[in-house]
């Protein structure tokens, strides 16, 4: 535990061993608690596939579940020609990429990063809203599964309904109040 500085769990692991993992990070101030998602599960996640209110809620659960923050596996997965084709061996075209090759080899931004990034602002607007408010209304208009050790049942996630909001605009109304709230 001295070497280690960063622990990253994957949801499921979030979710299985959540209890010993708050234990870890209550005795380990000096360390990093974050969590990912990568292939697996296939929600929340921010793959082509995914809307992109799952990308969303990443921002949300992070504050939500106390982590300092939230693993993205993957930049760039180009092969060496990206752009001629993109393709990487099974995936579906571009979605192992989270920016894509742009003019001058300079990254071109998706939709997806840029749903990370308002997660990233929702995340630490939440984390502000808290020290003034209880957030539970907030986290309660996106978040139905309120226990993340219930998140799984027999290593599957549950049904995305049951988890999660997809409605963009209840993302926006959390935004929206602790910018309100925060007078920013």
Avoid at 36 to 47: D, E, G, K, L, S
Avoid at 60 to 69: I, P, Q
Wanted: proline share 4%; charged share 30%.
């Amino acid at each position: 535990a001295d070497t280690v500085g960063d622990y990253v769990p994957s949801l499921l692991s979030l979710s299985s061993e959540f209890d010993k993992i708050l234990e870890y990070k209550q005795s380990m101030k000096d360390s990093r608690f974050t969590w990912y998602v990568c292939n697996n599960p296939h929600h929340p996640n921010i793959m082509l596939r995914n809307d992109l209110c799952e990308g969303l809620l990443i921002g949300v659960l992070t504050s939500y579940l106390e982590m300092d923050g939230f693993l993205r596996w993957n930049y760039t997965v180009w092969t060496d020609h990206p752009k001629e084709d993109i393709r990487y061996f099974g995936w579906p075209a571009g979605d192992l990429c989270f920016v894509y090759p742009g003019e001058d080899s300079n990254p071109l931004l998706s939709l997806r990063y840029k749903t990370l990034y308002r997660a990233i602002e929702i995340c630490i607007l939440l984390n502000e809203y808290k020290k003034k408010k209880d957030a539970k209304p907030l986290y309660d208009k996106v978040i139905f599964t309120k226990d993340v050790r219930e998140f799984f049942s027999d290593n599957e996630i549950i049904a995305r309904d049951k988890l999660c909001s997809v409605d963009y605009s209840d993302y926006e109304y959390i935004r929206r109040t602790c910018l309100e709230e925060l007078g920013i």
